[in-house]
């Protein structure tokens, strides 16, 4: 959980300011003072904090000697001088384009079959579509830049006068004044605000996608600035860390007035955040431009790239080999033949032996074969389809499109759709093979309900969660009570025997309306407690959960309730418990808490007031916080709460009496599935006051990047004797369709991991809770949690016990992969501690622990740590070389989205920070379901079936043009007319496989959620294994061998046309083309699944614009048509044998698939094919 801070709102009056105050952070209240002999300056002016800013004095000769960053941010990519040179070398760094570069550049040598022209146009049109896409992009940056950079702020120009002044001018030093709703136009020193205490409060959405405010406070000594002509006055110089990208860290200086002033983040205003709920503000320049700290965060995002995008480069480089393998095997046949064309009477008589250039001269035949590889690896370029990536980036946008409009992954409540934040990884999206998931949040709805507690070792609180009722359903089947079903079953409900058979009886309660609070126990409820005989451990009890908290109090005028904001759901709901059960926190000021408590001698409420001394933040290592309060006798009281985990250990002697009971009850709530907090006090006496405070300022203090830590050794130190009070528990209920989904997931054959902070106990009974562990399934448990090896941790060295758990943790690994060995059948858990698991991911060990954890179905790491999850993330990506998604909601998912091939952020309650480094964010988990069986699927489908296709149509494309080639003797001689051969992959052919990565399907989308095992076809990768790849190629060779011969051999020498002319070359081209451009559409015609509308207008379109522009092309002079000059009109439309070999070409041409696809269907079906086979039969 996480403690934050909050808004306090507090009436305040003076001389007609401001009287509504609102904090949004509580701190120990101590404002700084000047620094003394005692505050680490010694890191300023060192390597790395060598920044000298002059305040109010960006002009002075010693400011200008700095020479720092302007204020001038550009984000773009390009400008205007770079964007062609630049784009162009983005674009060329692919080797198919670069490829395509370099024969284009022969194309203008003798050494070329075709024209310059031809071959150069369609690489122009492919990179230049790439080209403009990239300088829309770039352009919109661009204006965003423009209108940030000529925003204005008001800048001290001396003598008092502020100028509106634009952003891109601003200096370091210049003194400006953000007024409310304004953005910091650069990271600026805070000197004071509307507000006499000088706080402001500040959005940081822009930075860290957390949507509450946060609280800023000047030093005293600069908080005075209330009104512009008192800047005239003011100078002083800040001595800071250089620009670095630590968006929370500050560490600095500053002089005034001869003294020294240690700075924090507390008065650092980061460039991008927005000034809310406060009139204005003043502040110092201190980073500008570049330097400010959320442009050092603007770092690219980890690249990601699909499986099969880098599969398909090694097809490219396949294809690469293919074509210099065709072409030497060309080169060396015609050096061969060269060389005998001046012997037995020149076969070869037209290329003119005697009397040739160098390209054909036989007494130079290796020269000459020399130069027809190089002419034939021009020719035979179309092997390589030149337009398959942006056809690939076309269809991969338009499918994150379909994902963003998918109104089954809309959650309404929240008005938020899904967001494919990148379009790279759709297809991966149809290949996971594991998910490792948080789980609060995630799975469950961070919304929390107090349920439990224990107080002095009794338990209270009858309320049922749903683990319970899932072990209850794991056990036995509930009875029903007063014909009514029972599904809510009690931790302290009792077992009867009924026909022979224990059920578990279930005590009815009625459910609390009130948000956040779903607890039942009239022994404490309704003031019932003043007649419990621990009364003034309860007291206290209640006490903590009022006052050791962060959460903002918000009183209705009108009726007087009271509401609460919180920065975490659990705050919320220990604030709401207290005020139920009778002690209502209800006002906060800089300086107190006040709660309205039920006094339980009078039995009347009275209103207390607490003098707020400290608050000791929350942080993950603490995993506690506390309070330290001085009550109205003048007690100094400090309340306590955090984990059992480190709460236990800090407990004095005589404050263990309820230790034992508590811990039993805190097992029993984990097993339930509830969130556990361990509550404490201990009473200081002044002079340990007195100490602690002095060393804490100390701390609070110091200029030093350990600053943080020191202020948690201190807190350690006075955290410490505390007396026990009880314990609350609270329920995160799962979110809606999360066992449902898990379900599906798993059925799917998807491994599904859960990384949380929870204790074992808890883990396992929302993993039975979600589905994630189901009955039958066994148990693997790896724990270093145990009894002997806690007497050992306090008996033995650290080292030695290092050695000891590691060995251990070893040996269960071990003793777990002999157990599956074992076992003939069976489906296993692995459930890992945190413990445990820092030693299984050491580098001698997490091979071993892999390998048995991938042999499990389901696997749970509890009390994993944010860098454990990224670490455990890595383990799996790299161990098993499958497609890893990780799914989380908050800031400390974010490694663990960062290191998985995909990452899933749940915009949800934590903040936008896992959204934000996520590739696609999502409202809810079961969103999961779709997302990855209906779209995964598809998209993996779509461009495998897409690449599959685009190889099939080049190669057959290509290998028609070899052939002929290779007919013509090698001569480098080209089948077709070269508007022919560029045009082939630009306009004839690339709508229709467009349209088949865009809408084709297999299988609905209720056929997909039906059957989820058909998500293994991605698993598996069964759609783009090289087999099928090869199939296809073999298919494109197939095809075309077909069309040259059935061609050639109905055109050789025999009338073509009615006065008896033969067919000639240019006939015998553009009849083989026609042929190439029916078969690979009416191929494309029946690999379809599912027709739409514009699959065919884009298929037989095609068809039609081939008939159209032959007939256009060939209407333009010979000198530009060349060999297609009324070739259409004069001598194919007009011939009835160019009708029917075209239909006979294309029967031929397809009747090898379409029979190797009725074998298949009929005898060895795809997993697909069976579900359409059941879809047909409407089974």
């Known amino acids: 959980m996480s403690f934050g801070f909050l808004r306090i709102s507090s009436i305040m009056t003076r001389k007609g300011r401001k009287t509504r105050l609102h904090f949004r952070d509580i701190y120990s209240f101590k404002r700084k003072k000047a620094g003394s002999h005692k505050d680490d300056h010694s890191k300023i002016g060192g390597p790395g904090f060598s920044r000298v800013v002059y305040c109010n004095e960006s002009d002075s000769l010693e400011a200008n000697l700095r020479n720092y960053a302007t204020n001038y941010v550009r984000t773009t990519k390009y400008t205007a001088a770079t964007f062609l040179p630049k784009s162009l070398f983005e674009q060329f760094r692919r080797v198919a384009n670069f490829y395509f570069l370099v024969t284009g550049s022969l194309s203008f040598t003798s050494l070329a079959p075709y024209s310059a022209v031809s071959a150069i146009i369609p690489l122009i049109i492919v990179i230049g579509i790439t080209m403009v896409k990239e300088g829309i992009e770039d352009w919109r940056r661009k204006q965003q830049d423009i209108e940030v950079n000529n925003r204005k702020v008001k800048v001290h120009q001396g003598d008092g006068f502020l100028k509106p002044t634009e952003w891109k001018n601003l200096k370091v030093g210049d003194v400006v004044k953000v007024e409310k709703d304004e953005f910091f136009p650069a990271d600026l020193l805070l000197l004071s605000s509307s507000y006499e205490d000088a706080i402001c409060y500040v959005e940081t959405m822009n930075l860290d996608g957390e949507t509450n405010l946060k609280v800023k406070q000047a030093l005293e000594v600069t908080s005075s600035l209330h009104e512009d002509h008192e800047l005239s006055e003011f100078r002083a110089v800040v001595k800071c860390e250089d620009p670095n990208a630590k968006l929370y860290s500050f560490v600095g200086s500053m002089e005034f007035e001869n003294q020294q002033y240690p700075l924090s983040p507390q008065q650092l205003l980061l460039r991008g955040s927005k000034l809310r709920n406060t009139g204005h503000v003043y502040g110092a320049v201190i980073f500008t431009g570049h330097d400010t700290k959320v442009i050092q965060n603007s770092t690219s995002p980890p690249s990601k790239r699909s499986r099969i995008e880098k599969k398909m480069d090694h097809i490219v480089y396949f294809l690469f080999g293919v074509l210099f393998l065709m072409a030497f095997v060309g080169s060396v046949y015609f050096g061969v033949v060269t060389k005998k064309d001046l012997k037995n009477g020149h076969k070869r008589w037209y290329l003119r032996p005697d009397n040739a250039s160098v390209f054909f001269d036989p007494t130079r035949a290796p020269k000459a074969a020399v130069y027809h590889f190089l002419t034939a690896l021009l020719l035979y370029s179309y092997l390589i389809p030149i337009s398959l990536y942006v056809s690939i980036e076309i269809v991969k946008v338009l499918q994150s499109i379909f994902i963003n409009k998918d109104v089954h992954m809309y959650y309404e409540e929240a008005d938020k759709p899904a967001h494919a934040r990148t379009s790279n990884l759709n297809e991966e999206l149809g290949q996971v093979h594991t998910v490792l998931s948080d789980k609060t949040g995630t799975l469950t709805c961070n919304l929390m309900e107090f349920v439990k507690c224990s107080i002095a070792g009794i338990a209270y609180g009858h309320g049922v969660t749903e683990v319970e009722k899932a072990v209850a359903k794991r056990k036995g089947s509930p009875l029903t009570v007063n014909g009514e079903d029972c599904n809510e079953i009690s931790i302290g409900s009792h077992k009867r025997t009924v026909n022979g058979e224990d059920y578990t009886e279930i005590p009815i309660y009625k459910k609390s309306v009130i948000k956040g609070f779903n607890f039942d126990d009239k022994r404490i409820m309704n003031g019932n407690w003043v007649n419990e005989s621990n009364l003034d451990i309860i007291q206290k009890f209640f006490r903590v959960l009022a006052i050791c908290q962060t959460t903002i109090p918000d009183v209705d005028d009108n009726t007087g309730n009271v509401t609460y904001e919180a920065e975490s759901p659990d705050e919320a709901a ?93 097992n029993e709530y984990a097993e339930a599935g509830l969130r556990t907090l361990i509550l404490a006090y201990r009473e200081l006496s002044e002079e340990e006051y007195k100490t602690f405070e002095e060393k804490f300022l100390e701390a609070k203090n110091s200029v030093s990047a350990e600053r943080e830590a020191m202020m948690d050794e201190v807190s350690a130190k006075i955290e410490k004797d505390l007396i026990l009070l009880g314990a609350t528990a609270v329920e995160d209920k799962l979110q809606h369709g999360v066992p449902e989904c898990i379900d599906k997931l798993a059925q799917g054959g998807i491994k599904i991991w859960v990384l949380t902070g929870d204790k074992m106990e808890t883990a396992i009974n929302i993993g039975y809770a979600c589905s994630l562990l189901r009955q039958g399934m066994k148990q693997i448990t790896i724990t270093l949690e145990t009894a002997e090896i806690t007497a050992l941790e306090k008996i033995s060295e650290k080292d030695a016990i290092a050695k000891v758990l590691k060995q251990n943790v070893l040996q269960q690994i071990t003793n777990g992969t002999a157990q599956i060995a074992a076992s003939s059948s069976g489906v296993f858990a692995l459930i890992i501690d945190g413990k445990s698991l820092t030693y299984a991911l050491e580098d001698d060990i997490k ?46 998912d974010v490694g663990m989205l960062q290191e998985a091939d995909i990452g899933i952020g749940i915009s949800g309650p934590e903040g936008m920070q896992a959204v934000m480094a996520s590739d696609i964010a999502i409202a809810q988990f079961r969103f999961l379901e779709r997302l990855l069986l209906v779209h995964g699927h598809w998209c993996y489908r779509r461009i495998s079936s897409m690449i599959c296709y685009f190889f099939y149509k080049n190669v057959t494309f290509g290998f028609t043009v070899f052939l002929y080639e290779a007919h013509a003797s090698f001569s480098a001689q080209p089948a077709y007319n070269d508007w022919f051969l560029s045009l082939y992959n630009v306009f004839f052919t690339s709508l229709p496989v467009i349209a088949l990565g865009v809408f084709d399907q297999d299988v609905s989308a209720r056929f997909c959620l039906k059957f989820p095992l058909l998500y293994q076809e991605g698993v598996q990768n069964v759609l783009f294994s090289w087999c099928r790849i090869v199939g296809w190629m073999f298919n494109g060779v197939c095809s075309a061998i077909i069309i040259f011969f059935f061609c050639t051999e109905a055109l050789s020498l025999q009338p073509f046309k009615k006065n008896g002319k033969i067919a000639e070359y240019q006939i015998l081209g553009a009849t083989m083309y026609t042929c190439v451009v029916w078969v690979v559409n009416c191929q494309m015609a029946i690999t379809i699944d599912y027709f739409t509308l514009i699959q065919h207008i884009f298929i037989w379109g095609e068809i039609a614009i081939w008939y159209i522009f032959l007939m256009v092309y060939g209407a333009l002079p010979p000198s530009f048509s060349t060999t297609a000059y009324k070739v259409f009109i004069e001598s194919l439309a007009t011939t009835p044998s160019f009708y029917i070999l075209t239909l006979f070409v294309v029967i031929s041409a397809l009747l090898p698939y379409y029979v190797y696809r009725a074998i298949q269907m009929r005898f060895l079906p795809m997993y697909h094919t069976r579900i359409q086979w059941i879809r047909y039969e409407g089974l």
Do not use: W
């Not at 926190?585 to 003098?611: A, C, D, H, M």
């Open 574 to 666: 220990f604030v709401v418990a207290a005020r139920e059960l009778g002690f209502e926190f209800f006002k906060r000021t800089q300086t107190s808490v006040s709660v309205n408590e039920l006094n339980p001698v009078s039995g009347i409420i009275v209103e207390r007031l607490y003098n707020l001394l400290n608050v000791l933040e929350f942080n993950s290592s603490r995993k506690r916080m506390s309070v330290i309060v001085r009550d109205e006798e003048g007690k100094i009281l400090l309340f306590s709460k955090g984990a059992d985990s480190v709460m236990f250990e800090r407990l004095g002697e005589n404050g263990r009496e309820y230790e034992e009971k508590t811990r039993e009850h805190v």
């Open 847 to 892: 091979k071993l622990f892999l390998k048995l954890a991938i042999s499990c179905a389901s696997v749970i790491c509890c009390r994993s740590s944010p860098k454990q999850k990224a670490l455990v993330t890595r383990l799996v990506k790299e161990g098993t070389n499958k497609t890893t998604l990780a799914i989380g909601d908050g800031a400390n």
